[in-house]
């Protein structure tokens, strides 16, 4: 999207392009770009005139976009650029949005920041200003791990909803919410079941903040209580309440132990032919 040479900037923007026709045969409704572009060396690029080229090629893409689609453009700090990233952080990436129109949106990975940053901030800014149009959700210790989601910090994961609630009542709102994870020690399925109950875990939680009590003691600036009010919210056990819905909507109460003992793995290992573990990506 950001290189030197036409031909290989146009046949990225051609890729795009063809997955937008594809997203409309399965009906999608949104395209999302992520590029790893940047430089490992200082000097190795001009910064300005690389973001100028990936503009260009962003404005080819959401030109060739379904009217009612829309375009999320994520950021990362690093990887597998390592000194400079195009679209390094999410300041760059509203840029992008505002620069782009107004079906173009800023998608939040969770492993794409440093480990200092606060993530449910940024969340609140994007919000605040019509931008955040969803999430990869994972975890991390250091980087970009691709980890089980909740698996490091759920308690981030929380703050991340509780600005998510804080927003429900916000015209046009409407983020969508994926799973973006690697796995290479779990099964990817059950690795999915777990991260899936616990976005809804987080998110039954940050429900059940007391909001009319934090804004209190925000106004009054008691930091002790309005801690202590999300704090609450976050140690609460919804379990039951979680697995009394799956139960009402047929599905398992335990899903990874359904799984596990409807033999599903076990049979299709025996239809799919081994992959050699080769081969590899940074997403």
Known sequence: MSHSNAATRQQAIDHNLE?????????????????????????????????????????????GLPEDWRLFTEHKMYEPAFYSTVVQD??????????????AYCLVDLGHHAPIVNIEMIVARLIQF???????????????????????????????????VDAENVSGF????MLDQSHNVTDPIESLMVSAMEVQRAYAQALLVDRMALEGFQDTNDALMATSTLKEASRTDVEPILAMARFEKNGAIDPVSAYRASGYRETVSLNRPAVSGAGGGII
């Not at 999410?90 to 079906?103: C, P, S, V």
């Not at 931008?131 to 929380?158: A, Q, V």
């Open 19 to 63: 997955c937008i026709e594809l997203g409309q045969a399965i009906g999608s409704t949104a395209l999302t770009i992520w590029v790893g572009d940047g430089s490992n060396f200082p000097g190795q690029t001009n910064f300005t005139r690389q973001f100028e080229r990936y503009l260009d090629s962003a404005k080819a893409v959401y030109a």
């Open 90 to 103: 999410w300041g760059t990436n509203y840029m992008i949005a505002k620069e782009l129109g107004d079906r």
């Open 130 to 164: 019509g931008k955040l149009g969803g999430f990869h959700f994972n975890d991390s210790k250091y980087g970009d791990d691709d980890l089980d989601t909740g698996s490091i910090d759920p308690y981030r994961l929380f703050l991340v909803f509780n600005e998510l």
């Open 174 to 177: 409407d983020p969508m919410h």
